[in-house]
């Protein structure tokens, strides 16, 4: 593995998902003692950056943690001129921290303004380019790895044969990106899973995420004997970005979950308690269980990476 921005720069998934729950519990301070992981965010983050930093310290790695908006403002835009506002060209500061490092980690959501620009990825794109060191997202415009990998993990802990999986659409009071269901999906085809994805109509995905889940507008269709609920809201592709109305019973709540098999609730975190899913249906979920697991997802990635440039 080169680096980690989609599924498809992992060789062998399952493997992936089976070193993750070995590494659980463990420290190896002395694996990468001198080394250091460096990471840049242009978003927000609790559990990316508190579980990534927790793994860098537990192989002995050093840390160097940088938000966009404390530094120079950055021209993100290639080939621009720069007589505004921004005063360093991101593809000299990419240069110039991964000399200074030997991981560079990056966190850039969608804008949700350009769907031709954001699924381009051309901020990561951007990084990978001008980084002479593996590059690691820590989510991107329409991907997010590290909570995909945690996911199939989790899912691959609860011991369910060929589980149904439902990824259920959810209300919420912003547009947010496809990335985590997007990533979400790129992932379960590695599992023995029958997956369903349920929307209402004007939230379709792109085909190239969606084209292995069965897809349908009625949601107790897909919670119907569901071993496993995966809750996410997303804004609307063909209107791009755009949170379109008329949708809120989609809430999932306990009454909701009793067409299920006893299913397992999950989602990714943060959750808009009482608007995605009732508080019912969250304090009996497994997602701490996920927001856990998220430290040995990145501690194995981090492994791997450092194994394969050494």
Known sequence: ?????????????????????????????DFA???????LFFNPSLRTRMSTQTAAYNLGMTVSTLDAHQG???ETEPGSIMNGDA?????DAIRVMSGYTDLL???????LQNKQDDYAETLLNECIRHSDKPVISLESAIRHPLQSLTDMVTIAELGIKKPKIAVTWAPHPKALPQAVVNSFLEWTPFLEADVWLAHPEGYELGQQFSKHAHITHNQQEALEGADIVYCKNWSSVTNYGQRLSGNDHWTVDSRKMQHTNNAHFMHCLPIRRNV????????????????????????????????SCS
């Open 33 to 39: 003692r001198g080394k250091n992981l460096a990471m």
């Open 72 to 74: 120079w403002k950055l």
């Open 1 to 29: 593995m080169k680096q980690f921005t989609s599924v498809a720069d992992v060789i062998d998934v399952p493997q992936l998902i089976e070193s993750v729950r070995s590494m659980k519990g463990t420290q190896q301070l």
């Open 105 to 111: 980690a990056i966190r850039s959501f969608a804008g």
């Open 87 to 91: 005063q360093e060209q991101l593809q």
């Open 276 to 307: 995605v899913a009732t508080d019912e249906v969250v304090d009996t979920s497994i997602v701490y269980q996920q927001a856990k697991n998220r430290i040995w997802a990145a501690q194995t990635v981090l492994q791997q990476l450092l194994l």
